[in-house]
Nanobody
């Protein structure tokens, strides 16, 4: 099983980024997926999740700014991030569950290596 994130970088406040997570080694379409982040010196924070049936969920502070989606044909989950703020600066991780519906973090089984997002002027 492998999860590879990409799309991070440096962006100005108010800008946008789209993160991608390419998955391999398991039946992606049957798996719940999530994005989480960890800012320097802080704990892991759940950002958003998408179940195998396409239902999506967001942390309150991301609602209206972030959009999670999945392309089962490409085995990829995305996180579109708009109106970025300096407090969104963190390493962003994608995670996969062997379940179709999963509770974060205990029911997530695999994690990517993370991609750095820095929001700064």
């Amino acid at each position: 099983v492998q999860l590879v994130e990409s799309g991070g970088g440096l962006v100005q406040p108010g800008g946008s980024l789209r993160l991608s997570c390419a998955a391999s080694g398991f039946t992606f379409s049957n798996s719940a997926m999530s994005w989480a982040r960890q800012a320097h010196g802080k704990g892991l924070e759940w950002v958003s999740g998408i179940y195998s049936d396409g239902r999506t969920y967001y942390a309150d502070s991301m609602k209206g700014r972030f959009t999670i989606s999945r392309d089962n044909a490409k085995n990829t989950v995305y996180l579109q991030m708009n109106s970025l703020k300096p407090e969104d600066t963190a390493v962003y991780y994608c995670a996969m569950s062997r379940r179709t519906i999963a509770a974060f973090p205990y029911e997530y089984d695999y994690w990517g290596q993370g991609t750095q997002v820095t929001v700064s002027s």
